[in-house]
């Protein structure tokens, strides 16, 4: 596998608010042990959204990480469409502008602004066509934005041989769990 789609929960779906979080320190240590075991297995390529949570956190995590410096890997930030983060407010857009300073490539599917839902379909299917697998931190227990992402996947594995992995709330407490010295 070269390519992989990554995407999942948004921050305010986790309660994270702060990048101080408890949580998302755990959620990124997790990513970047999940992304070394690819990156061993032939990794080039993270491609993901840009948006606030898990896809940010990916980004970061990589740049933060000097151990995917000697994997070479890259990361893309594939938009559905330009000026995404027009409506979010100036921190976020700090935010997003930070993950688009730290991605190798950030590019958008549509060359318009937001113009129809038919955007969004569209960039699934361009992160399908590019990546061999999806990585999302999602539970299907727990529905959030991301749901709409993993029915894309769902239905591309009817025609296609494409893995996903999901990474449940019990996945990250076990990883939680393993931490603890006893």
């Known amino acids: 596998m070269k390519n992989l789609w990554v995407s999942g929960y948004r921050s305010y779906e ?7 979080d408890p949580k998302k320190k755990i959620i ?9 075991d690819y990156c061993e297995n032939g990794l080039q390529w993270i491609l993901t959204g840009g948006q606030l949570g898990i896809e ?52 958008s599917v549509s ?16 992160m399908l066509q590019h990546t061999d697998a ?19 996947i769902k239905q591309y594995q009817k025609e296609h041989d494409y893995d996903l992995r999901l990474v449940d709330f019990y996945d990250l407490q076990d990883f939680i769990d393993a931490q603890v010295d006893f």
């Open 28 to 36: 990124m240590d997790y990513l970047t042990q999940i992304l070394q």
């Open 56 to 107: 940010q956190y990916t980004i970061e995590a990589i740049k933060k990480n000097s151990i995917f410096q000697t994997y070479h890997l890259k990361t893309a930030i594939m938009l559905p469409f330009t000026n995404i983060a027009n409506n979010w407010s100036e921190k976020n857009q700090q935010r997003f502008a930070l993950a688009q300073q730290q991605a190798d490539y950030v590019n």
């Open 134 to 152: 999806g990585l999302m931190v999602y539970d299907l227990e727990h529905p959030g934005k991301a749901q709409y992402e993993y029915r894309a």
């Open 14 to 20: 986790l309660g994270i608010f702060q990048d101080e």
């Open 111 to 126: 060359a318009q602004d937001y113009v129809n839902p038919s955007q969004f379909t569209n960039w699934q299917q361009f």
